[in-house]
């Protein structure tokens, strides 16, 4: 059975915890003549890792990290894996938490745009080379590295393996160019790149979660039992999508139905304990998009106060109204 041990990006509070893991691994496990000294990217994650374009990651069993990952972006769509270990009684295929990990770093590598990655080992990690042949990395020699590769002193062994970016729309294709006509599209666009990094988030840390039923858990989450057509006024849906998006939810056991007793017509949802239990476990991760999200909008047209204005807008008078009334003067104008 598979682990379900959440991996998640690490911060300069976890750097004492993956010191712990990593040293006595290299040290005594491999015999790596190396030092933490020699290991300056271990002492600052954050600068190492994130701040460069790259980032680190970890699964973490309760507050104990028992593996680790590292990307660090090289520039020239090209990265570099460092520190990938597992603790020993988390390894093997039936833990999958080394398996989880590398697919963790190829996702944001696709994301990224970086197509081309290089790591370094030793020739005593025998098994570490098994595993990354498995998951199509070619064995190079170090004269195959590319000139701006961080060699690090220890490493004799050398892999590569090429990636296929993520589909990626040219800088100005035909819909960019069309300007605003288009802002439909590229709304739709963007929700559904934040809607699939929303859903590798989740990935991430071990939930099966799919982004488009959080506006009903949400709801119900905060409102507590509620009424198809309440909840349907609440996330501002139609009635047909959130009976669909209800359906979806009672077949996976997370909401429950029960008759009003005033009115043996009208359901009543809430959560079930399952439902309940996956909100708990979420709680964390919605901290995380609530954070990444607030720093991607951070931007000088703030996207969020955007959004708020033009709902205004739409509330005083629709778009379909407003361009009935530009017709409408355009004729004026015409014949007056």
Not at 49 to 66: M, S
Not at 146 to 158: G, S, W
Not at 256 to 267: L, P, V
Request: charged content about 25%; overall charge positive.
């Amino acid at each position: 059975m598979l682990s379900t041990t959440p991996i998640r990006r690490a911060a300069n509070r976890d750097c004492r915890q993956i010191i712990e893991l990593i040293l006595p691994i290299q040290q005594i496990e491999f015999n790596v003549p190396v030092a933490l000294e020699n290991q300056p990217d271990l002492l600052d994650i954050e600068t190492n890792y994130h701040k460069t374009g790259g980032c680190f990651w970890v699964a973490e069993d309760g507050t104990q990290i028992n593996g680790t990952i590292g990307l660090i972006s090289l520039g020239h769509n090209t990265g570099a894996i460092r520190k990938m270990f597992v603790m020993k009684e988390f390894r093997g295929k039936e833990a999958g938490i080394a398996q989880r990990l590398i697919d963790t770093l190829t996702l944001y590598a696709r994301e990224a745009g970086i197509t081309d990655i290089y790591l370094g080992s030793v020739d005593s990690m025998k098994a570490a080379h098994r595993f990354y042949e498995r998951n199509g990395f070619i064995r190079i020699s170090k004269n195959e590295l590319p000139a701006y590769f961080p060699l690090m002193p220890a490493d004799n062994v050398f892999y590569h393996l090429h990636l296929k970016s993520s589909i990626r729309l040219p800088q100005m294709n035909i819909i960019d160019q069309s300007g605003i006509l288009a802002i439909s599209t590229r709304m739709q666009r963007l929700s559904e790149q934040m809607r699939k990094d929303a859903q590798m988030i989740y990935k991430a840390h071990g939930i099966e979660f799919e982004p488009k039923w959080f506006p009903v858990v949400y709801t119900l989450h905060i409102k507590g039992v509620l009424s198809v057509v309440e909840i349907a006024a609440e996330i501002g849906y139609s009635h047909p999508s959130t009976i669909s998006l209800l359906k979806e939810l009672e077949k996976q056991k997370l909401v429950r139905s029960k008759k009003d007793k005033t009115d043996d017509r009208k359901r009543l949802i809430q959560l079930s304990a399952k439902g309940n239990l996956l909100v708990e476990q979420m709680k964390p991760v919605w901290e995380l998009i609530t954070a990444t999200i607030t720093e991607l909008t951070n931007t000088t047209n703030n996207l969020m106060k955007a959004i708020e204005e033009v709902e205004e807008q739409m509330k005083k008078q629709t778009f379909f109204n407003r361009a009935m009334r530009l017709v409408e003067e355009k004729k004026n104008y015409l014949n007056p």
